[in-house]
């Protein structure tokens, strides 16, 4: 979405080749399975540009396109971004089957590099023990000041 895109002042076919241009950019420089190694963005994402108004200098414009974009993203519209049946449909039966085995890939796959519990929750009372130690230094420093 290019939003406060006015027409006189912006040239939106030269904005969408600078967006295009860094994507493939950032898809060039990430790792990818032997497989996908010559593969482009666009093979995975359809990508679509979406022009707002100025929303001062165009108000009732800017409402308009605002509420016709927000029912692209209702399911069951004509133009909705989210089909209403998906590959991805989960019984409740096998929802804890299917977060299982999801966890189960996440945790296989080295590339994501994911701290282990132990370690997060290590990292984390690390991070408030030195918040503490600072509130108690500033405490102490404001104290000395007085």
Known sequence: MLRDFIE???DFEAIKEIIDTDVNKIWSEMHK?????DSNPQDFFQFEFCLMPHKIL??????DTAKSLRTR?????DNSLF??????????DG??????RTWDDIR??????????????ANYR?????????????????KLRT
């Open 8 to 10: 006189e002042d912006n």
């Open 33 to 37: 399975p032997e497989e996908y190694k």
């Open 95 to 100: 929802l804890s089957f299917f977060i299982e």
């Open 73 to 77: 993203f209702s399911v069951g519209q």
């Open 126 to 142: 690390c991070n408030e023990c030195k918040d503490e130690a600072i509130a108690l230094t500033t405490e102490e420093a404001q």
């Open 108 to 121: 296989n796959q080295k590339e994501l590099n994911l701290p282990d519990q132990r370690e997060m929750v």
């Open 58 to 63: 165009e108000k009732q414009k800017f409402a």
């Open 83 to 92: 089909p209403e049946s998906g590959a991805k449909n989960v019984p409740l």
